[in-house]
């Protein structure tokens, strides 16, 4: 069976990064807050909550950043820093195995300094318990020994700013959530933001960028920053090696074409989904694992890699009988929709809300 890794190809509109790719990100991302796109209010209230921290000698307080993932959660992390001319610790929830790993990097921090977790909804309970502390009173308990004789050393802490970063704000415990001062909520790019990251990024990668080459870029990544930068590299590669060198609306229509990248920025397996979806079962309702047999996928892999977008996009909608193509699927794959209903029963959408019970 082809796996998750296999039918996705190269992940080309993926929005996580490996290791290589965090790396290949560092050139274009933003060092200060005024050149961070788009995200105004977000920017704006960072902004205040940075600059009263500064005028009062304090550190900020703790913010968290909640969102999916390549909207600038870590870029904002590292901004924070910047603008507050602090040296930033970085860390992730599932790496802190131990509460003595936390305590090790807490006791380390110089004054100021901040803190990033990122997936910190991924933390150990007990090192989260140790962070309540820390975030509190810049205090923490180091338990030394076992049973009956252990005791605990309470060690100071700097003044430090704690930048906590997740995908997932419902998976926070409450205690953990109240003792961020600022949260902020990242939300998806609109394509006019996206064309303003890619001028940006084409400037600082040296590489010339039509309006009209911005615009079909931004048109299939997703409302997402990382993904445009990435589709931008895989377009400058096309544009350098076949053509003169420049993004254009033909440079990028044809580079996404060889990458598998279609106009509203679904690959290979999301298409293969609504294919089966529309062709094979005349747009649902049909249940998850079939739906995975038709397109030779786990089920986990179509319900967490493909069905978010599509969802998003308005092409899928998930029903309580069954996953149904909505009219925007059938056209989007160039076929007509069946007579006023989407697939073989009422129109998916209200289906999702109302709380009438399932016909018999
Ligand atoms: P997250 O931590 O939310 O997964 P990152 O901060 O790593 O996302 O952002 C992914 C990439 O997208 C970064 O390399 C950064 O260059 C770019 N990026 C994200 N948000 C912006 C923005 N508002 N302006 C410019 N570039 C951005």
């Not at 999301?270 to 995975?292: I, N, Y």
Request: with cysteine.
């Amino acid at each position: 069976m082809a796996g998750a890794a296999g039918m996705t190809g190269d992940g080309l509109v993926s929005a996580y990064a490996d290791d290589a790719e965090r790396d290949a990100e560092v050139s274009v991302r933003p060092k200060r807050l005024d050149e961070f796109i788009a995200q105004h209010r977000v920017r704006d209230q960072l902004d205040l909550l940075l600059q009263g921290a500064m005028r009062r000698g304090a550190p900020p307080d703790h913010i968290l950043l909640s969102g999916p993932p390549g909207l600038g959660k870590t870029t904002l992390a590292n901004i924070v820093a910047a603008e507050l001319g602090s040296g930033i610790r970085v860390t992730s929830g599932p790496v802190i195995e131990r509460s003595g790993d936390l305590a090790a990097i807490l006791t380390s921090l110089a004054e100021g300094d901040v803190l990033f977790i990122d997936e910190i909804h991924r933390i150990a309970k007990p090192a989260e318990e140790l962070l309540y502390s820390a975030m509190e009173d810049f205090r923490v308990d180091v338990i030394v020994g076992k049973g009956p004789g252990a005791t605990a050393i309470p060690l100071d802490v700097e003044p430090f700013t704690l930048v906590g970063a997740t995908t997932r704000s419902g998976l926070l415990t409450g205690p953990m959530r109240d003792r961020f001062g600022f949260v902020a909520h990242l939300d998806f790019y609109s394509p006019a933001d996206l064309e303003a990251l890619l001028h940006r990024s084409a400037r600082i990668l040296g590489v010339p960028i039509t309006p009209e080459g911005a615009v079909e870029i931004a048109g299939r990544s997703r409302g997402t920053p990382r993904i445009a930068n990435r589709l931008l590299r895989r377009v400058r590669d096309y544009a350098e090696v076949r053509a003169e060198g420049v993004v254009t609306l033909e440079t990028a229509r044809a580079a996404l074409t060889v990458y598998d990248v279609d106009a509203l920025g679904l690959d290979r397996l999301d298409r293969a989904v609504l294919t089966a979806l529309v062709d094979s079962f005349r747009g649902g309702p049909v249940g998850l694992s079939t739906l995975a047999v038709a397109v030779g996928e786990q089920p986990d892999t179509v319900e967490e890699v493909c069905e978010p977008f599509l969802v998003r996009a308005g092409l899928l909608a998930r029903t309580p009988r069954g996953r149904v193509a909505t009219e925007a699927a059938w056209r989007h794959l160039g076929r007509t929709p069946p007579n006023g209903t989407f697939g073989m029963e009422a129109p998916a959408v209200p289906d999702l809300f109302s709380n009438a019970p399932d016909p018999p």
